[in-house]
DNA sequence: ACAGAAATTAAACAGCTGTTTTAAACGTAA
DNA sequence: TTACGTTTAAAACAGCTGTTTAATTTCTGT
């Protein structure tokens, strides 16, 4: 009862970075157990499968996570004053709490939730920037000139940005919609996303500057 | 050289249809030529890999869409009148000249780049909504306290698209970092890029309800 | 120290993947 | 029709995947 909790941490913990470098498809199980230094078979003895590692793995991220972002809600409730700025602070605090998970704990536990829903082509990426490199820049540059309160930086990551939520949005359009339709009985069919989709964006990539620089939106000040 | 033709069409006809509905990991060459009626090394030998066959299935795409996108921003720009919404719209004529490549092409060119980009993984999320469900409503709900501008169905879509969007740009953190540091000598280090998230997903959440939903964006006005 | 349970190990399993091979069938120009 | 280059076809290839088996070792409670 020993040594058996030790190559199931070992399994975890290599299970962990290898998941979050290169997702869940993209890493074997062979691949697993040679990072961790422990056999093959032990994966499957102590985690029944694979998907049970992976959620073996999640879970543990998301019993430090879950708790800590509903007593943070908890706590901005009880005192009044929300707002969608304050809401979002608080996931600030749950996600330094995972650092008792693991030192770069944050990083890893949203790496592997984006894995969970996506994994990475690398070279059409490559492939589209070669081929039409001149009129992704084209179009950079149009953002620019039409946002002249915003820096060519915060441009770029919020196109970029722009890009991640229409693409994400997209290839979860048929799971929303299914939800949707289930929750509000929402008559809205998923040619129809991008109508909801475009408001969105646009506020986002035209918001004012990003805020200070400094440690806000910290939940330290309201216990002061 | 004719049947040859058709077979190749046949296959990438097939290819587009699963590619964009499994992803291109979620769907094997077997899988592609039983769907095209062809046979399996009819794909190596018209298209090489199965790389090169994912490669022509997105240039057909890319081949209309990019051209018609130039042409929409350089009509834009000849008439000024420069804004983050206007240069939104110019998207929406090039998708739906892919109606030209296929019947849904839109749709099917939008399922194509997100899965370049990612694969789903489902069953996380039922697992993660199972047990952990009751704090995703808590969160949903203090949002629409929160806006109580916005319908419940508009912050429903919305939240889900600023998970697409933190869960996208933390999978390309990486690639993202590397491409700002080369173009601007951004020193943003990758963990600073929460900060740039916060005020497009905020901006994004309190956006304005989604205008008429009748046929506004589109560029029929411009020439009235 | 011993008996029994728990855990590790090496090996093989069945199934899938993309790719290659070899030969047959096809289409086309002389 | 004959001959030749192109295209199709069935089969096997080598490699990887997650999983299981069976034997061995290790740990634990008495």
Not at 42 to 65: D, P
Not at 72 to 87: D, K, N, P, Q, W
Not at 160 to 178: D, I, M, N, R, Y
Not at 186 to 193: A, G, I, S
């Amino acid at each position: 009862m020993k040594k058996s909790a030790q190559t199931r941490e070992h399994i975890l913990q290599a299970a962990e970075k290898l998941f979050s470098e290169f997702g869940f498809d993209g890493t074997s199980l062979r691949e697993i157990t040679h990072e961790a230094g422990v056999n093959l078979a032990s994966v499957n003895y102590h985690f029944g499968s694979k998907k049970g590692l992976i959620q073996a793995v999640m879970e543990r991220y998301q019993r430090v996570f879950m708790p800590a972002l509903q007593e943070e809600l908890e706590f901005r409730v009880a005192r009044g004053g929300i707002s969608t700025e304050s809401l979002l602070s608080c996931f600030v605090r749950p996600l330094t709490a995972l650092e008792d998970v693991r030192a770069d704990g944050a990083e890893v536990y949203l790496k592997l939730l984006g894995f969970a829903y996506s994994e990475i082509q690398g070279h059409l990426r490559r492939f589209t920037m070669n081929r039409f490199g001149s009129v992704i820049q084209d179009v950079f540059r149009l953002f620019v000139q039409a946002n002249p309160h915003l820096t060519a930086e915060t441009l770029f990551w919020r196109l970029h940005f722009a890009l991640g939520t229409v693409l994400f949005a997209q290839v979860s359009a048929k799971a929303l919609s299914e939800i949707a339709r289930a929750d509000f009985s929402d008559p809205t069919p998923e040619n129809l996303m991008m109508q909801r989709l475009l408001p969105y964006i646009a506020a986002g990539i035209s918001a004012p500057e990003m805020s200070l620089p400094e440690t806000s939106m910290h939940k330290s000040e309201a216990l002061s």
